[in-house]
């Protein structure tokens, strides 16, 4: 599979599978490019997926420097895969960090987002000033301290993580080894460099409300941290679609593959529909 090279000279490991119109898959921060896997064996046969780990995320490369990431630079990437694939655009679909990257892709370059599908996004928006920041930075101690199987075994203990665990344990194993093995130094970096320091989903409220791209919003009922940001979104972005899903938490596309999928495929239809007839 190629690699990607970035506007500042970082190699990311990319993927592309099938033909058709493309869609460009965008990991969370405990996930990677095998977090799509259910979605990207479903749809391969009718659309060309690609999915890519992020910088910080082995094979991609890991900057040693946190300034090398950022909420922005995160949503660069995003541009850096579709040219690197030579993609004038795509539909995106993320999830919780992957999506607030590809809203912010939307925001700057709309031309090229032919949908955006923005999954458990928000996370952190409604807490205290600094907090979500020191949520951060505590994971971050505890990888380098602990390292990554602590930081694995703390995330499969949260409250949003459980309903993968209960409705599908072998993609539960999947997700803590996958996490147990990336890289500390990228997730971290990762952590200080991207989450920590973006704004409350609400600070860009002004240019969401300015935002002409068709838009599917995704929530897991019992992932909490999500349900205000994501029916802010919801009121805000112009003709924007909300789904939420009943008993279910943060990871939604591994929870709940098949009306995840079947969700997201008739929004993307639906998009393509109204541009063929534009």
């Known amino acids: ?5 970035t506007r500042d000279g970082i190699k990311l490991y990319a993927e592309s599978h099938g033909d058709g119109v493309p869609i460009a898959f965008v990991h969370e921060l405990a996930g990677s490019c095998r977090s799509f896997d259910p979605q990207v064996a479903a749809w391969k046969d009718r659309w060309r997926c690609i999915a890519f780990n992020a910088r910080g995320y082995p094979p991609s490369a890991v900057p040693e420097k946190v300034d090398a990431y950022s909420q922005e630079i995160a949503a660069s990437d995003i541009g850096a895969v ?4 030579g993609l004038a655009d795509a539909h995106l679909v993320g999830v919780s960090m992957g999506s607030a990257s590809s809203l912010q892709f939307a925001l700057a370059h709309p031309g090229r987002v032919r949908s955006v599908t923005l999954t458990s996004i928000g996370s ?17 101690k505890l990888t380098l301290e602990k390292g990554m199987r602590a930081l694995a075994e703390s995330y499969g203990a949260s409250p949003t993580r459980y309903r993968l665990k209960d409705k599908n344990p072998p993609e539960f194993g999947n997700f803590i ?14 952590m200080r460099g991207v989450q920590q320091r973006r704004p409350p989903l609400y600070a860009h409220k002004e240019r969401i409300a300015a935002l ?44 709940e593959p098949a009306l995840y999928n079947r969700l997201v495929l008739e929004f993307i239809e639906a998009a393509e529909a109204k541009r063929r007839g534009a």
């Open 1 to 5: 599979m190629p690699q990607i090279t």
């Open 82 to 85: 579709l040219d690197g694939f």
């Open 124 to 140: 952190g928006s409604d807490l205290k000033p600094g907090e979500f920041a020191a949520n951060m930075e505590e994971l971050a």
């Open 177 to 190: 080894e996958q996490l147990a093995a990336g890289s500390p130094r990228g997730i971290t970096n990762t």
């Open 212 to 255: 002409r791209v068709p838009a599917l919003i995704v929530l897991g009922a019992e992932d909490e941290p999500c349900v205000k940001p994501s029916h802010f979104l919801k009121e805000t972005v112009p003709g924007a679609r909300l789904e939420v899903l009943d008993k279910t938490g943060h990871a939604v596309n591994l929870e």
